[in-house]
């Protein structure tokens, strides 16, 4: 007879639970979404996904274009469907959310554990260079994005799970969202 070694109960539980669960990240445009993204999937072992990405990818064309041709409704209801691929489909990533998504997805935690990424408008300004800022659709108008800042801060801290300060290196920020998401267990 083989000997069979087995694991904890709670090793396989973690395990199972790295496989299954997803990390949504959301926050304004700007504050690091991806970024923070790309190194969290590093950390954890899981795949990365870009929804903004997903969506070019989908439709053909990029979001700029999407906006310009369609409008930002055709874009919304491409971030509803996208939203709802996800929450069936994807197991084990970090996700990447487009700033306006939650907006417009209700229920963010269908898909896996929704982490604001919080970072006050004036720093998210300082970060995005000129050119940067052109390709966003909606800082086209600055007075508007501020508006559109204030207006969505409150949906993104009612549909987060774990709020992070995302103003610092991503190190901390990666380390503040591990400490977080062990904590929920």
Known sequence: ???IVTKSKKAVTDTLL?????????????????????????????????ADALIESAAGRE???IFKQEGEEAFRALEKESARWMAEC???SVISTGGGMPTVVKRLKDIGIV??????????????DAKERASRPLFADMNRAEELFEKR??????????TVDADGP????????????????
């Not at 920020?173 to 267990?185: F, P, Q």
């Open 18 to 50: 790295k496989c299954a669960e997803n990390i949504v990240l959301i926050g304004f445009m700007g504050a690091g979404k991806s970024t923070v993204g790309r190194e969290l999937a590093k950390r954890t072992g899981r795949f990365f996904l870009d």
């Open 153 to 162: 801060e409150r949906i993104y801290e009612e549909q987060a799970q774990i």
């Open 63 to 65: 979001v700029a274009s």
């Open 90 to 92: 994807v197991r084990g």
């Open 1 to 3: 007879m083989p000997h």
């Open 115 to 128: 982490v604001y990424l919080k970072l006050p408008f004036r720093k998210i300004v300082e970060r995005i």
């Open 170 to 185: 991503v190190e901390r920020i990666l380390e503040d969202i591990l400490k977080a998401l062990g904590s929920l267990r």
